[in-house]
C-alpha cells in the first residue's frame, strides 16, 4: 500500500511540473507582451510623423498637365482622345489609322491607333527655332 501510495504521490508531483512551468512562461510571455506593446506605440508614433511628412509631399506634389498631348496614354481610346486634342486636321485609315495635327503629315504631330487604341504619338514642336 506504501508503495502504491508513493508512486501516486510522485506521479502527482511530476504532473504539477507542468502547471508551474506554464505558470513561469505566462509570466514570461506577460512580459514580452508588455515589450511589444511598447515597442507597437514607439512605431505608431513614428508612423505619424510620416504620415504628416506624406501630407506635405502630397501638397508640394504639381497639378497634371494642362497641355493636353501630355494627358495622352497608351492604350486611349480614339473618343478620348478627340476629348482631349479636338478633331484632327486629317486622317488616314487602315489597318493602322493615324491622325494628323498639323499640315505637314510626316514630320507634324500625329496620333497612331492600332486596333482603335493609341498606339504612339508626336507632339507638336513648341520651341521656337532660334536664329545663328
Known amino acids: 500500500m506504501k508503495l502504491r501510495t508513493l508512486i501516486l504521490a ?3 508531483g511530476l504532473s504539477l511540473s507542468p502547471v508551474i ?16 506593446s511598447q515597442r507597437v506605440d514607439a512605431l505608431e508614433k513614428k508612423l505619424g510623423q510620416v504620415s ?17 498631348w501630355q494627358q495622352l496614354k497608351i ?16 486622317k488616314h485609315k ?17 496620333v497612331k491607333f492600332i486596333f482603335k487604341q493609341v498606339h504612339s504619338w508626336r507632339e507638336p ?7 545663328h
Open 125 to 131: 514642336q513648341t520651341k521656337e527655332p532660334t536664329p
Open 75 to 90: 492604350g486611349m481610346t480614339a473618343g478620348k482622345v478627340k476629348e482631349l486634342l479636338g478633331d484632327p486636321l486629317s
Open 21 to 36: 512551468a506554464s505558470a513561469d512562461e505566462l509570466s514570461d510571455l506577460s512580459q514580452q507582451i508588455k515589450a511589444l
Open 94 to 110: 487602315g489597318s493602322v489609322e493615324m491622325w494628323y495635327y498639323g499640315e505637314a503629315k510626316k514630320e507634324g504631330p500625329f
Open 10 to 12: 510522485c506521479l502527482f
Open 52 to 68: 504628416d511628412t506624406q501630407s506635405t509631399i502630397v501638397a508640394v506634389t504639381p497639378l497634371p498637365s494642362s497641355d493636353p
